[in-house]
C-alpha cells in the first residue's frame, strides 16, 4: 500500500512538474495564431498539441507538427507518463488531463495527441476521455448502446465553444519516419481538390459489413462530388484512393493501392483501435499504407453501425471542406469506444 501511495506521488509529481515547464517555456502567439484561434472552424490556432516528455518519439513528433502547422506555443501542453501500456488507468488520466487542461488556452477547440501508446482509458479511447472527460456513460460492458455524441453530425464550427467538447485525435505512428510522412501528407493536401475515388467495399463477412447499408445515403450525399466504385472483397491497384471503406477483421493488398494526401480510410471490427495488435489489423495500418486518417475501436463494441463512422456524413463533412478531425468526429454517433488518428488539420476540399 505504501509503495504504491509513493509511486502515485512520484507520478503526480513529474506531471505537475512538467506542466510547470511547460507554462514556462510558452511564447507569445504570432499575429497570425491570435487572428485563428477565433476563426471559424478548427484550425492552428485554436488546436492544442499534447506531448508526452517522457517519450522520445512523442517529442520529435510534437516538435515537428507544431512547427509545420504553426502551432503557437501557447497551445502546446507538456506532461510526462508511462507510454509503455496501452491502457491508462482512469484515476491517473484525470489527474494527467488536468494538468494538461491547466497548461492551455480556454479558446482551444481540439486536441492532437502526440503518441500511439496508451490508446485508451479503462473502458474508453483515449481520444473519447480526451473529449468528453472520463465518464462511464461513453463505455459499455457487452453488446449495448452508449451515450450519444453531441458533436455527432452537428453545424457547430467550435466544439467547445458550442458543446463543452473537444474532438482528439492521435498522430500516431510507431517511428518518426512514419510520422513525418503522415504530417507532411496532412499538410500538402490542404486546398489540393484531389481528383480521387471513394471505394465502398464489402468483405463478404456479415458481422462486419452492416455498414454497406449505407453506401446507398452515400452516393446520394456525395456522388455529385467524387466518383464512388461499389468494391466486392479488398480494392487492390488503384492509385487514387480517397475514401476507402470495408468490414474486415484485416484488409489485403493495402501495399498495391495508392493514397492521395489527405485520404481517410477504416475497417470494421472489434478492435482495429488496439493500436499495438490485438488478432485483428490495426488502424495504424492504413496511416502506413498512406491514408491521412483512420478509426478503430479499442473496447468489444459489437457490430453497432453507431459506434463506427458513418460513411455518408463523414464524406459530406470532409468533401464540404471542413478539417479532418472534424469531418470524422461527426460521423460516429457512439464515439466512446474509439479512437480516431491521422493529421487533424488536414483539409483537402477547403474552398479558397
Not at 481528383?195 to 465502398?200: D, E, I, P, W
Not at 459489413?209 to 491497384?237: K, W
Not at 482495429?272 to 495504424?284: K, T, W
Request: proline share 5%.
Amino acid at each position: 500500500m505504501l509503495r504504491g501511495t509513493l509511486l502515485a506521488a512520484a507520478w503526480l509529481f513529474l506531471v505537475c512538474a512538467a506542466a510547470h515547464a511547460g507554462e514556462s517555456a510558452a511564447a507569445a502567439e504570432t499575429p497570425l495564431a491570435s487572428a485563428n484561434r477565433s476563426a471559424v472552424g478548427v484550425n492552428a490556432g485554436n488546436l492544442a498539441v499534447v506531448i508526452n516528455t517522457a517519450d522520445p518519439l512523442s517529442v520529435a513528433i510534437g516538435d515537428y507538427y507544431v512547427r509545420r502547422r504553426g502551432i503557437p506555443a501557447s497551445n502546446v501542453a507538456r506532461v510526462a507518463f508511462s507510454y509503455h501500456q496501452g491502457v491508462l488507468p482512469a484515476q491517473q488520466f484525470v489527474a494527467l488531463k488536468a494538468a494538461i487542461d491547466r497548461q492551455l488556452p480556454a479558446f482551444v477547440q481540439a486536441y492532437a495527441l502526440t503518441w500511439a501508446r496508451p490508446y485508451r482509458v479503462d473502458c474508453m479511447s483515449i481520444t473519447a476521455a480526451f473529449a468528453f472527460g472520463y465518464d462511464q456513460r461513453y463505455c459499455a460492458t457487452g453488446c449495448v448502446t452508449t451515450q450519444l455524441s453531441p458533436y455527432f453530425n452537428s453545424d457547430s464550427a467550435r466544439p467547445y465553444d458550442d458543446l463543452q467538447v473537444r474532438p482528439a485525435i492521435s498522430l500516431a505512428a510507431v517511428d518518426f519516419d512514419q510520422a513525418k510522412a503522415l504530417i507532411d501528407r496532412g499538410v500538402s493536401s490542404d486546398g489540393s481538390a484531389p481528383s480521387g475515388t471513394a471505394y465502398l467495399a464489402v468483405s463478404g463477412d456479415p458481422a462486419r459489413d452492416v455498414r454497406s447499408a449505407e453506401y446507398t445515403d452515400a452516393r446520394m450525399l456525395a456522388g455529385a462530388h467524387i466518383p464512388i466504385q461499389l468494391a466486392f472483397g479488398p480494392v487492390e491497384n488503384r492509385t487514387d484512393v480517397m475514401f476507402y471503406f470495408i468490414g474486415a477483421i484485416r484488409v489485403e493488398a493495402l501495399d498495391t493501392d495508392h493514397f492521395l494526401p489527405g485520404a481517410v480510410a477504416d475497417h470494421l471490427t472489434s478492435y482495429g483501435g488496439v493500436l499495438d495488435g490485438f488478432r485483428q489489423m490495426s488502424a495504424l495500418r492504413w496511416l502506413e499504407a498512406g491514408a491521412t486518417g483512420s478509426y478503430g475501436t479499442v473496447v468489444e463494441p459489437c457490430n453497432f453501425i453507431a459506434k463506427f463512422p458513418n460513411v455518408a456524413l463523414l464524406m459530406k463533412h470532409y468533401l464540404a471542406g471542413e478539417t479532418l478531425i472534424e469531418a470524422y468526429w461527426k460521423s460516429v454517433a457512439m464515439p466512446g469506444q474509439g479512437l480516431f488518428i491521422g493529421e487533424p488539420l488536414a483539409t483537402p476540399f477547403r474552398h479558397h
